[in-house]
């Protein structure tokens, strides 16, 4: 083999390992150490025969929770959240509201403002300042050491909040992460729904190996003393604060029965713009991530989860390119594989409607979608563009 040829063959290897094990090998791994941490705990379990599942709390014993929603010209959803709210079956009396509205300008502030009750404390803001400065002044109105978070788009399940808060009787607890699920148009379930099964999937393993990493902004809740204020720049809040409280000494837990329903985008593209932000918010944060005090498990997950898949769209492009100086018969077909791919990806994007009547006809056109959103990202955070304006998705 020449070398040109030998450098290509050593690029395109490399490329599709690291491919490979981001969305193959590391679930498989992660699986075996799943399967291997259940039984140690079955034979636990049945040599000591104590309780493996955590208790709920009732009635007196519950503690006092703040539930945080910060709102940015949500006035589309914030009546089915209020209602929601009223269904929860968590204490009224023990359950403090804070809603913040961040400089909307719809009638989001109209329809908070008429919203009267006692246990609801309304905060709106004059101007937009971010969603991490409206958390951070939520926080200070806080009444109650729990804290939890949510979304004016997600509605709880009504046990939701008492799934959540029953792990904080375990003081080294700091945080719980609940569980999303995405209802929607067919094209979501296609793409983003199936997208999140597997990712619940990934996270239920990791977090019984104790390695959860990242909370759904939508649902999760945490230790007043292990909030740490945002910086106003900060965009990826939902993994930052789960990092700082682990950074604090506490364990980050993920609980798959605290439940919550969220409106996924209605098409791939609704997606797009998101995905774009929050990639550039990952690779300007991604110093800080490493500086944080991790377990080798934790950091091991991390590495494996998250910055992998954070590098997958250019191996994406080193695989193609190394490919087309090959010519070999195994390496045409691997080439005329990638191609089909995104052929695949291009028959989702041009021809969505038909593509909707086939299962998983989609899927191609997201994955393309969510990393050439990584590309883009990574390219503003080149630039030193920062978005921490959020806004709601809904094309």
């Keep these: 083999m020449k070398p040109p040829s030998l450098i290509a063959s050593w690029v395109l290897w490399i490329s599709f390992g690291v491919i490979a094990y981001a969305y193959f090998v590391y679930p498989l791994l992660l699986f075996v150490l799943y399967g291997l941490a259940q ?131 375990d003081p080294s607890v700091g945080g719980v992460c609940g569980a999303l699920k995405f209802r929607g148009s067919g094209e979501s379930q296609q793409t983003e729904g199936v997208y999140w099964k597997f990712e619940n999937v990934v996270r239920l393993m990791e977090a019984r190996l104790g390695a959860t990493l990242t909370a759904s902004g939508a649902i999760y809740a945490l230790r007043r003393e292990a909030y740490r204020p945002l910086d106003s720049n900060t965009v990826l809040d939902d993994f930052v604060v789960p990092m700082n409280a682990r950074n604090a000494g506490f364990r980050i837990v993920y609980d798959p029965e605290a439940t919550a329903t969220e409106v996924a985008p209605s098409s791939v593209g609704g997606e797009f713009a998101r995905r774009i932000r929050l990639a550039s918010g990952s690779f300007h944060s991604l110093s800080d991530f490493l500086r944080i005090r991790l377990d080798t498990v934790t950091r091991f997950a991390f590495t494996s989860h998250k910055l992998c898949r954070w590098i997958v769209p250019f191996f994406l492009i080193t695989l193609f390119v190394s490919n087309c100086f090959l010519s070999s018969t195994f390496y045409r077909v691997l080439l005329v594989s990638q191609a089909l791919f995104y052929v695949w990806a291009g028959a989702g994007f041009f021809f969505q409607r038909p593509m909707r009547r086939i299962r998983y006809g989609l899927l191609g056109y997201f994955i393309f979608a969510m990393n050439l959103a990584f590309l883009i990202g990574f390219c503003r955070f080149l630039t030193g563009r920062k978005d921490v304006m959020w806004q709601r998705v809904s094309s």
């Design 39 to 169: 039984i140690r705990r079955d034979l636990y379990y049945l040599l000591k025969r104590s309780e493996r599942r955590v208790g709920s709390q009732t009635g007196e014993s519950l503690p006092g929770v703040t539930l945080i929603i910060p709102a940015h010209n949500e006035e589309g959803h914030l009546p089915d959240k209020i209602e929601n709210l009223r269904q929860m079956r968590y204490p009224k009396e023990k359950l403090q509201v804070v809603f913040v509205s961040d400089g909307s300008t719809d009638r989001t502030n109209e329809i908070l403002s008429s919203l009267h009750d006692q246990n609801a404390e309304i905060v709106i803001l004059p101007r937009r300042l971010g969603k991490p400065s409206a958390l951070n002044e939520a926080v200070t109105r806080a009444r109650h050491d729990l804290l939890a978070f949510s979304d004016t788009s997600t509605l709880f399940a009504p046990d939701a909040v008492e799934k959540l808060i029953r792990h904080f009787v």
